[in-house]
């Protein structure tokens, strides 16, 4: 019996270290043991969901991890995380992989094999990459991993050859430097430049930001106001002026209304650089690789290309390449030997300018007029026309006059078919008012994974499915109306139904996201002028000021959006 009882207590202690043992290692790979300090990288501010490789295991990465040699990251749709070390961020953006080494007080090194991320470093770090490799210290830059194509991009101080304000992608064997354009940065990077520019100078301000947001806000409230103001008039647009394009931006023809209302439209394409002879940046030798590049003779335009490490008892073999001369600068003959060294000679005067030209015929209200354009990018105006005129028709009756409501009629141009209208007796305004309204779903950011699979592609990197904007509402117009209103105008999709039990119309989807798609107590809900109605959107009728915000709820049946009334 004692032996028995033995053999049970020694089984119970063996599961009981087996058990030990395997908490012990899944507490070692997850890092459950390891020491914090600020001089080793840790992984914090995680968004969505982030996943962790470390020693063949993934797992869900938590807050506050600290990282090891070896440790692959990688971030799913509509996920963010940080890397911090001391004062030192990097910001990983959405649908990325990255493998660190050395997090420690060593030059941290990043190996990203795609995505896109944002660092702001003072100590030395290095970023890996296909086509590359770069050092970044006392600098801020991003750099965005494509297939084929990688570009880095300097916001302060200088990372290698790049400056403040430029940036420079690889493709292939060769890298070209160009000046940033801030119309095209992405709403990540945009956002990581205005959080970090409030603390850190950048190359573009928090007022340039706020310009271009403006800016991108005033075009979207122009689409939503379409063509028809409120006071009847309707745009009529005519060719402004030729913008040519250059080598560092398209060219696009302006319309104006007389109105003041403008739009850019007929865009042409970029012209190609005019490049200038390659100059040798570093000179090869039979130990390194050289290094030759370039300028645009027209912008400020580089490309970098590597020549091959010298053979032992090496002598220049030069072959030439005659470059024409243009209308602005002009030809001569390269000499290039394979080792890297260049020089010119034999240089040849400019040629005259070479003009295409386009006719812009009068129209109505604006003089006609030629635009020649010569490739170099100089244009003139000549043989002016005046304005044709309008050739109005007769007045035609579009509503009769009531004894409570103005009638309407309107003629029409049969030239540009430019509408004039004029009351007729006494009108009922058609707009009674304007109320704002706008829609998010940035919930499902910090829930990404409850999200339904295959619906990350509708969830903005933002969170903003429409910013907010002006609109007008008509006599006794809902919430709803207004909603649907506004999404069939933008084209952002919305379904509902009708609900006998309360009268009302119910929201089910907008933008493809619907009920339950990020939980069991998620779906759609909306507020007026920060007001949660506990009654259908229907049966909401708006008022002049009024501020409406749909937003998605997903969890606590709208706690995570402001509403306690569900309580």
Not at 375 to 388: H, I, M, R
């Amino acid at each position: 019996m004692k032996k028995k009882q033995i053999a049970n207590l020694i089984m119970v202690a063996m599961i009981v270290l087996i058990a030990t043992l395997g908490v012990l290692g899944v507490g070692y790979i997850r890092g459950w043991f390891d020491i914090a300090s600020v001089d080793i990288a840790r992984l914090s501010t995680l968004q969505g969901t982030v996943n962790m490789e470390r020693k063949g295991v993934i797992y869900p990465v938590e807050q506050e991890t600290t990282l090891r040699s070896g440790d692959k990251i990688m971030t799913l749709p509509g996920a963010s995380a940080v890397i911090r070390r001391g004062e030192d961020t990097v910001t990983l953006g959405d649908n990325m992989e990255l493998t660190v080494t050395d997090p420690g007080k060593e030059q941290l090194i990043l190996t990203v094999a795609k995505g896109e991320l944002f660092v702001n470093s003072l100590q030395s770090l290095q970023l890996c990459f296909p086509l590359g490799e770069a050092t970044v210290e006392d600098a801020t830059a991003a750099l965005s991993v494509r297939e084929g194509a990688q570009t880095l991009s300097v916001f302060r101080g200088t990372v290698g050859e790049t400056a403040a304000g430029q940036a420079t992608e690889y493709v292939g064997e060769t890298f070209s430097t160009r000046k940033m354009q801030l119309d095209s940065l992405n709403d990540f990077l945009l956002g990581q430049i205005r959080s970090t520019g409030e603390a850190t100078p950048l190359c573009y301000t928090v007022k340039d930001l706020d310009d271009l947001e403006a800016k991108r806000q005033q075009a979207m409230q122009d689409m939503l106001d379409g063509q028809d103001t409120p006071d009847g008039h309707t745009h009529s647009y005519t060719a402004a002026s030729v913008v040519a394009p250059t080598c560092s931006a398209a060219g696009y023809t302006e319309y104006v209304c007389e109105c003041g209302s403008r739009y850019e439209a007929d865009q042409t394409a970029m012209t190609d650089h005019s490049w200038g002879p390659w100059a040798v940046e570093k000179e090869a030798t039979t130990q390194e690789q050289g290094l030759l590049q370039r300028t645009c003779k027209k912008c400020d335009a580089t490309e970098s290309k590597k020549t091959d490490k010298l053979g032992q008892g090496h002598t220049h073999s030069y072959t030439s390449e005659v470059v024409a001369p243009t209308c602005t600068v002009e030809g001569y003959t390269a000499y290039l030997c394979a080792c890297g060294h260049t020089y010119t000679s034999d240089p040849t005067p400019v040629t005259d300018h070479s003009y295409t030209s386009q006719v812009v015929k009068p129209t109505c209200e604006a003089q006609g007029h030629t635009v020649h354009t010569c490739a170099c990018g100089k244009t003139y105006t000549d043989s002016v026309t005046p304005p044709a005129g309008h050739s109005w028709g007769e007045w035609k009756t579009v509503t009769e006059a009531t004894e409570t409501a103005e009638g309407l009629k309107e003629r029409t141009c049969s030239a540009c078919s430019k509408k004039e209208q004029k009351a007729i007796a006494k009108k009922e305004p058609g707009v009674v008012g304007y109320v704002s309204i706008e829609i998010r779903c940035d919930t499902i950011l910090n829930n990404m994974g409850d999200l339904t699979p295959g619906k990350a592609e509708f969830v903005p990197s933002n969170g903003v499915i429409l910013p907010m904007v002006q609109v007008p509402f008509y006599k006794n117009e809902t919430v709803f109306e207004v909603l649907n209103r506004i999404c069939k105008k933008t084209g952002i999709q919305i379904e509902y139904s009708w609900t006998p039990l309360y009268g009302s119309y119910y929201i089910e989807g907008i933008n493809h996201l619907y009920e339950f798609d990020c939980g069991e107590q998620s779906g759609w809900m909306y507020k007026v002028n920060e007001w949660f109605p506990n009654y259908g959107c229907s049966s909401y009728y708006v008022d002049d000021g009024d501020v409406i915000v749909w937003c998605y709820t997903c969890q606590g049946l709208g706690d995570d959006v402001g509403c306690g009334w569900m309580e």
